[in-house]
């Protein structure tokens, strides 16, 4: 863990946290929602909807198979990021891991740093450093999107969540994490949060006009 009663040398840690987190990051920045719509015959999901390589704009091409798919590798990479870490060096080089896999997925370098909204890779990581917090946001998603069906209210709702479930479950450390990836995802959303302020958001299931 981060020690801030007794510092530790960044001098000699920070390469290989640096390292952890470009590990996160090359996993979390394979763009496999752009990979699986090509695969399936959809061309470029970049010129698609919003342009994200998210699975709720993969959605948008009709085929539901791929966005399921594109969800379960999304958060797939996140959790084997910080699953090798955490294995071979512990929780603080999973923790940067985690951090990198979510980055790499907002700013893939090999698509011009334009990737998804982070969702799906934040709900991998999150089930593979503390699976009951896991629970809790997937079931914060779930109560919101019963409640309300806009799939962005509940996503934004279990990221801004999470740092509080953390810290319930005393992983201070994972809580000030998750304080940043909350930040990075609600910055990623800032169209959404601006429909739904307007009350203009789709509704989960709502036909086009």
Known sequence: ?????????????????????????????????LIFVRLAGGGDVRKIGSGSIGATNVLRTGKKWVAAATVLCDAGKGAVAVLVLQALYGNDMAVFGALGAVLGHLFPVWLGFRGGKGVATFYGVTFALCWPVGLLAGATWLAMAFLFRISSLSGLTATALAPVYMAAFGQHLYATLYLVLAVLIWLMHRANIARLLAGTEPRIGAKKA
């Not at 981060?2 to 979390?28: E, R």
């Open 1 to 33: 863990m981060f020690d801030f009663v007794h510092p530790i040398s960044w001098a000699v840690a920070g390469p290989h946290y640096a390292l952890a987190a470009l590990f996160g990051y090359l996993l979390g920045s394979i763009p496999f929602g």
